[in-house]
């Protein structure tokens, strides 16, 4: 089944001298390998053939500091020691998200659940540290000059993005504010 790639090992052994070791040949059925992954593309892609491109598509990760995941370990646990807590949560919160957008429409109400600004440190300094903690991009700017989107003391990504009262999302790469000024995405 596998000889092509034997063949090479050994060639490379003959003429190169490289011992690789014990052999140890990833089947797809092994979780993360390049093999399993090559197929869930090639079933992604067989699924879009039959069916059409999806109208959306969504990614999600788990957050390991997510209450409901800290609130149920044990003194000296971390989610990597509960799997079964950290996919069952991730599992809840991947239903609430579909029930989100499948039964209350939450395209039609996009600001309530999408918010890009950061909370006010004196009256909400939780939310603040926990926005600061888990941000995407930044900080940069005044805060961070080093920071690896910054040229010439202006972020190339045009952070920090001015506040608007509602997001409008278009078929084009823009989130348009209300004065219908259109803002880059990054």
């Known amino acids: 089944m596998y000889t092509g790639l034997l063949d090479h090992m050994e060639s490379r052994d003959d003429s190169e001298g490289i011992k690789a070791g014990k052999a140890v040949i990833l089947p797809s059925s092994f979780m993360g390998s390049p093999r399993n992954m090559q197929q869930l593309y090639q079933a992604a892609m067989a699924i879009v053939t039959k069916y059409g491109k999806p109208d959306l598509f969504l990614t999600m990760t788990t957050n390991p500091k997510w209450k ?23 599992n809840m919160k991947v239903n609430e998200l579909l ?24 009256t909400n300094p939780r939310l603040y540290e926990t926005v600061l903690k888990n941000m995407i991009h930044g ?22 993005k001015k506040f608007t009262n ?4 278009t078929r084009k790469a823009t989130m348009c504010t209300k004065e219908d000024k259109a803002i880059r995405l990054c």
């Open 139 to 160: 900080p940069c700017g005044n805060l961070n000059q080093h920071s690896s989107c910054m040229e010439n003391g202006k972020c190339i990504k045009e952070f920090p």
């Open 166 to 169: 509602d997001t409008i999302a």
């Open 99 to 122: 029930k989100n957008i499948k039964k209350d429409n939450i395209f039609e109400i996009i600001d309530k659940y999408v918010s890009a600004e950061i909370a006010d440190k004196e």
């Open 68 to 90: 409901e995941i800290t609130e149920n370990l044990f003194p000296g646990q971390t989610a990597s020691d509960r799997p079964d807590l950290v996919a069952r949560v991730f």
